[in-house]
């Protein structure tokens, strides 16, 4: 690993424990035992001037941006969610959980049209994001619902609960699957953005990190569609911590996954240490132990480390502690994944890119979210020389604005060095009719 950690910045505005700390392309998160929500922007670590937030009347548990950061949500032991407009600090609608139970964790689907609450009494609610209206409810067996991650595909979601139950629900709230994954409780989850590679019938995999009262985190492979169904694997272990793992993360390239432990450290791990293949999960019945490296531990948090998240767009990772505190470090060097991109670069002119060309590109712009979206919709080359804002926005569903104007500047960026890689090339490489760049060129036999 070629990156170096470094602490940044301390966040000290809270006067209670830091229980939640969530990213937006430009804005950090945070919410604590003490009530207000406060936002920071990431150009200095600065508090907006409409922060902090102040809805709730008892502690916040959790928070999370909207695919756009424009809405932030933020659940409270009030019973209810809030949605508030990032922009201004205004209140957008107050969502009460049905049964008025405390409220423990919220988390927006990818395209941000819902909003999944879960609390303390068991109960699972599916929010119409857009109306603020309750779409479908639910509820666990047994204990509190406590974790929540949406598939990246936003095809279903995943529970955790008090009780260590693992539990699987599609996009229409129907139960797919539930089994014991933690044994003392689990704490969090989340899902890797990218999909695992190998998969047959055009089935998407994805890694699942879960982490609980038992000090271990878990790695799971899940997948569902509604035409081929439903599966989960049980894969490897991280055993880093010597006491309950409280929450985890991962990048948002899938290549780190951090967490955080009652034993007051944050350890990050190379996820990509070890390649998972598909056709393995079928049929291998050992689980792995240990096969991540450990690429860093960081103990600078003087009590329990009970919150981490990485940024979208920049290496940032932001960890909250029972010391009422938020530290930010910053990744100094590229991951192994960013080496591999450099190295891998396509030299050849883009028109020609693969898909896969495409989606290295992407990364290497700090675009690394938009992989999934172009792949989906088999973006080449050529395709990709052909977008418009009109076709990011209609055909492709990106919301946000200033995410479709930077792909059009990077575009614009290669059309420019297109034109003047062409100026360069020798007449004679040039095909006289199409002008464009000869692959196999022949000489005929006639020519003197």
């Not at 107050?94 to 303390?120: H, I, K, M, N, Y």
């Not at 929010?127 to 929540?148: E, F, P």
């Not at 020609?352 to 700090?366: K, P």
């Not at 020389?385 to 990106?398: G, M, V």
């Amino acid at each position: 690993m070629k990156n170096m950690v470094k602490l940044i910045h301390t966040l000290a505005d809270h006067d209670d424990d830091v229980n939640c700390c969530a990213f937006s392309s430009s804005l950090l998160a945070t919410c604590s035992l003490d009530k207000p929500i406060r936002l920071y922007s990431l150009s200095d670590f600065s508090e907006l001037p409409h922060s902090p937030l102040k809805s709730h009347t008892y502690a916040v548990h959790c928070c999370c941006f909207s695919a756009s950061g424009h809405i932030l949500a933020s659940c409270s032991t009030d019973g209810t969610t809030v949605l508030w407009d990032t922009q201004n600090g205004q209140t957008l609608a107050v969502l009460e959980q049905p049964s008025g139970s405390p409220v423990r964790v919220c988390r927006f689907s990818p395209d941000s049209t819902c909003l999944v609450s879960g609390a303390a009494d068991g109960t699972v609610v599916l929010w119409n994001a857009q109306s603020y209206k309750l779409y479908r409810c639910a509820s666990v067996k047994d204990g509190s619902l406590v974790a929540c991650a949406f598939s990246p595909n936003g095809n279903f979601f995943v529970t955790g609960s008090s009780c260590g139950d693992l539990t699987v629900w599609d996009d229409k709230m129907r139960c797919l699957h539930s089994e014991k994954a933690h044994n003392l409780g689990i704490t969090c989850c989340d899902f890797s953005s990218q999909p695992v590679s190998g998969g047959e019938q055009g089935l998407q995999f994805f890694r699942l990190a879960s982490c609980g009262q038992d000090c271990q985190i878990k790695i799971w492979v899940i997948s569902f569609t509604h035409t081929l169904g439903f599966e989960l694997k049980y894969k490897s272990i991280l055993s880093g911590h010597c006491a309950p793992v409280l929450t985890c993360a991962f990048s948002h390239d899938g290549q780190m996954l951090v967490s955080g432990s009652v034993d007051k450290s944050v350890i990050v791990y190379d996820t990509d240490a070890q390649e998972y293949n598909i056709y393995i999960f079928r049929s291998a019945k050992t689980v792995m132990q240990n096969t991540e490296d450990i690429l860093h531990t960081l103990t600078q948090h003087t009590r329990y480390v009970t919150t981490c998240a990485f940024a979208p767009n920049i290496l940032l990772l932001a960890t909250g502690s029972m010391d009422k505190t938020v530290n930010i470090w910053q990744f100094d060097l590229e991951t192994p994944c960013q080496a591999r991109i450099a190295e891998d670069q396509p030299k050849q002119f883009t028109e020609d890119w693969s898909e896969d060309d495409v989606s290295n590109w992407l990364c290497a712009q700090g675009l690394k979210d938009l992989v999934g979206i172009f792949k989906m919709n088999n973006i080449d080359g050529r395709e990709l020389l052909n977008l418009t804002k009109e076709s990011l926005a209609d055909d492709l569903k990106i919301e946000s604005l200033g995410l479709r104007s930077k792909v059009l500047r990077k575009i614009e960026e290669l059309r420019t060095k297109m034109k003047t890689l062409s100026s360069e090339i020798p007449d004679e490489f040039i095909c006289p009719i199409t002008r464009e760049l000869m692959k196999d060129p022949v000489i005929a036999s006639d020519l003197r």
